[in-house]
């Protein structure tokens, strides 16, 4: 009986992941990092249209750590660290962050490959944006672009330490 007892608790203790899970509206983890997706975007102080905006997104791209699920609506947390809630299809999957802004000597190098050896392609100034393209837990592969002038851009490629962005969890691995 004592046996049965053990299988049965074993197994209803490795469905509570799933359950857990089911919570959450879209079934994905919480938290993780999103990016916005289009232009304007009020940010709100609860989860629907009846709820006051706190503030206004006037640039499209720009990354947001999800931190909660409340039917369609998500509330989100920028690198400022402020909070509020905006609708589901404000947002995108796409990966984007910023070099860290804490780092003291200021710029960091944007190197050919994963080797602190590597060519460096580019000196990468603190809050600059980023596409994240994957990570390993240690490196991630990243591109920007840079607006030379009026008439031409030149976009860069290339390997960060991963502690060296905000918009991705320590160790995260995805591609």
Same mark, same amino acid.
């Given at each position: 009986?004592?046996?049965?007892l053990l299988?049965?608790l074993v197994?209803?203790?490795?469905?509570a992941?799933?359950?857990?899970?089911? %919570?959450?509206?879209?079934g994905?983890k919480l938290p !993780?990092?999103?990016?916005? &997706?289009?232009?304007?975007?009020?940010? !709100?102080?609860?989860?629907?249209?009846?709820?006051?905006v706190?503030?206004?997104y006037?640039?499209?791209g +720009?990354p947001?750590e999800?931190?909660?699920?409340?039917d369609?609506?998500?509330?989100i947390?920028?690198?400022d660290?402020?909070?509020?809630?905006?609708?589901?299809?404000?947002?995108s999957g796409? !990966?984007?962050? *910023?070099?860290?802004?804490?780092?003291?000597?200021g %710029?960091?190098?944007?190197?050919?490959?994963r080797?602190?050896?590597?060519?460096? &392609?580019?000196? +990468?100034g603190?809050?600059? &944006?980023?596409t994240?393209?994957q990570?390993?837990?240690t490196?991630?592969e990243?591109?920007?672009?840079?607006q030379?002038? %009026?008439q &031409?851009s030149?976009?860069y490629s290339?390997?960060?330490h991963?502690?060296?962005l905000?918009g991705? *969890?320590?160790d995260? %691995?995805?591609?």
């Amino acid at each position: 009986m004592t046996r049965l007892l053990l299988v049965v608790l074993v197994m209803v203790g490795s469905l509570a992941p799933a359950f857990a899970q089911a %919570d959450n509206p879209s079934g994905l983890k919480l938290p !993780r990092f999103a990016s916005t &997706r289009s232009t304007p975007i009020n940010v !709100r102080v609860g989860p629907g249209t009846k709820y006051e905006v706190a503030w206004t997104y006037l640039k499209s791209g +720009l990354p947001v750590e999800i931190v909660q699920e409340f039917d369609t609506w998500r509330k989100i947390r920028d690198a400022d660290g402020e909070e509020g809630w905006v609708h589901q299809n404000l947002l995108s999957g796409t !990966r984007v962050g *910023y070099v860290t802004p804490l780092i003291a000597n200021g %710029d960091i190098p944007l190197l050919a490959n994963r080797s602190d050896d590597a060519t460096v &392609r580019a000196r +990468l100034g603190p809050g600059l &944006r980023v596409t994240i393209k994957q990570c390993d837990g240690t490196w991630c592969e990243v591109s920007t672009t840079h607006q030379e002038g %009026d008439q &031409r851009s030149a976009t860069y490629s290339g390997y960060l330490h991963q502690e060296e962005l905000w918009g991705v *969890y320590p160790d995260e %691995d995805f591609d």
